[in-house]
């Protein structure tokens, strides 16, 4: 039987390039990752998922790959990432990296051959049309990319991409194309991932453009993929990313034959709904909306990744009420659908708030993941242009570059934020690791208690309700034990009452400070603004 351990896993995301300098050059490397793998095991990380660091031309932040067997010459060399896997791995940290093969840039081999020469075997890896189609569909970028087509001067023809024009989709129909992605799959295995995180993985069986392609045949290749995984390791997991409706989650779960996991975009959203609006219902909305899914499958939840905060599913007046809480300017909004901001700006710093949002997060069924600085409530830098607003230095210290590098701040990968409230001389690693009272030492208290309560992971959730609209309360029970969490989204005080009978006798675990202890039946639980309370059902009495 497999082993599900991705379902009490604490996973942590980072991209190599900005966590760690080693040699001084400005541009981190696995050197300097493997330098800090001690603060990600103190931190409690179990898993961490590694954005693209294979060579590439860095045109969409190292997704567009040249080489999907090498690591970029930035970042150090296979050598150095074996070493980091066995440092990893000493620590009890997994490795999942990403496997991007929806597209390729148009400078990998492939790509160059596909386009000098019709008649070569890599053309029909790409996807081609001497005509443009009557009806197109949108660009992901379309304030960048007018079309999801673009003309070729030597080929004479049109290649399909629906990201930038310089990453043309990968043919998924061909067999040769699938057999490649194996190829991949299997290299990274042998040198020790636990898996894969699936890049967009909704464009990857999509089929547009694909003369005679299959549906079916296309999605059963997410089955094939998990097939190979099985064959070559007991315990890899793919998780894709892949925001979509409810009805189409079957798609990547499949009879649990498929992904191991996917992103929880749609509990996401509703949980920034609710934050906005202080009421429990729209959380509640979304996970009543959520079918039940394989027993093996699971949710990966977060509150920020490396993207903008994509708010797509919410109906247009749901969307103005979340940049009117969070994003009220417009520079602080992206392809008019999401937020380019990290929490703590959006949450204008308040601490409470702050950690109300990371606690629910974490008890909310599913597998919770921090992004890197999200331990210490790093900002953003709204001066940098889209994306790139959230995805600023690692701020280690106090010191020049916030401690990620020696370099001269001209030579550095990204900037670093080093003015105002989020600037490194005040938000970093090394100030908050002495401070009792800091949100990282918080967050490791967090981390701690989250491991205890396997049932957020593992277990059946139920809402509980309660008298006061603020409140969101659930419970999760597993192997005959049962985890509650209350949480007050408002910035009120309150008392909620829980009236149950199946509970009885809970053990207060976390919390945001002390509390008279529960008793009875009828559970009158009194709340700070924006207080929570996670409790142990004590089955012993």
């Given amino acids: ?17 900005t966590f760690m300098d080693s040699d001084g050059n400005g541009i981190g490397d696995f050197q300097g990752l493997t330098h800090c793998l001690d603060h990600l095991a103190g931190l409690g990380i179990t898993c961490l998922w590694l954005l693209p660091f294979y060579p590439s031309p860095n045109r969409d932040n190292g997704y567009d790959v040249m080489d999907y067997y090498n690591v970029d010459p930035r970042l150090g060399t296979l050598g150095d990432f074996v070493e980091f896997m066995y440092q990893a791995r000493e620590r009890g940290i997994r490795v999942m990296v990403d496997l991007v093969v929806n597209h390729t840039s148009n400078q990998h081999p492939w790509s160059q051959a596909a386009g000098a020469d019709k008649n070569s075997k890599y053309r029909d890896y790409y996807v081609w049309t001497d005509k443009l189609p009557e009806h197109e569909v949108e660009p992901v970028f379309p304030d960048v990319e007018r079309s999801v087509w673009e003309y070729d001067e030597t080929s004479q023809a049109y290649y399909l991409h629906h990201f930038y024009k310089e990453q043309p989709d990968l043919n998924i129909a061909n067999p040769a194309v699938q057999e490649e992605i194996y190829k991949i799959m299997g290299f990274w295995l042998e040198l020790g991932v636990s898996g894969f995180r699936i890049d967009a993985a909704p464009f990857l069986i ?24 099985s064959s070559r390791s007991i315990d890899a997991i793919l998780l894709a990313e892949a925001n979509v409706t409810p009805d189409k989650f079957s798609v990547y779960f499949g009879d649990g034959d498929r992904m191991d996991m996917l992103f929880n975009f749609l509990l996401n959203r509703h949980m920034f ?15 009543k909306s959520i079918p039940k899914i394989p027993q093996i499958g699971q949710w990966l939840n977060f509150v920020r990744n490396h993207d ?40 204008e710093g308040n601490c409470h708030r702050i950690e109300l949002t ?79 009272n ?21 277990g059946e959730w139920q809402i509980l309700e309660t008298d006061e609209p603020c409140v969101f309360a659930h419970c999760c029970e597993w192997q005959g034990r049962a985890a509650i969490a209350v ?22 675990l976390f919390c945001d400070r002390q509390y008279e202890p529960i008793e009875g039946e009828l559970f009158s639980i009194p709340l700070s603004a924006y207080g929570y309370r996670w409790f142990r059902v004590n089955t012993m009495r």
């Fill in 308 to 347: 903008e905060l994509d708010l797509s599913g919410l109906a247009s007046e749901e969307l103005e009420e979340v940049f009117a809480a969070f994003a009220p300017e417009e520079n602080m909004r992206s392809f008019g659908r999401g937020i380019r901001r990290r929490l703590p700006p959006m949450l």
């Fill in 206 to 229: 999509t089929g547009i453009g694909i003369e005679g392609a299959d549906e079916k045949c296309l999605q059963n290749f997410l089955s094939h993929m998990r097939e190979f995984l």
């Fill in 438 to 458: 800091s949100l990282m030492n918080w967050m490791e208290r967090l981390i701690r208690i989250r491991k205890q309560c396997p049932e957020f992971g593992r």
């Fill in 358 to 436: 990371y606690s629910l997060m974490f008890s909310l069924p599913g597998t919770p993941m921090l992004r890197y600085g999200d331990e210490i409530g790093m900002g953003d830098d709204l001066s940098l242009e889209g994306r790139e607003s959230v995805r600023t230095l690692m701020q280690w210290s106090d010191e020049p570059n916030g401690g990620f590098s020696t370099s001269p701040e001209k030579n550095l990968a990204k900037p670093t934020i080093s003015q105002g409230n989020y600037g490194y001389t005040h938000v970093n690693v090394a100030t908050e690791q002495r401070d009792p």
């Fill in 487 to 508: 949480h007050n989204l408002a910035d009120r005080e309150c008392i909620a009452t829980i009236k149950t009978k199946k509970y009885k006798h809970l053990i207060e």
């Fill in 1 to 17: 039987m497999k082993d599900q351990w991705y379902k009490n896993a604490i996973a942590y995301s980072l991209d190599v390039e």
């Fill in 273 to 287: 709904l609710a934050l906005a609006r202080q009421q429990a219902a729209p959380l509640i909305d979304g996970l």
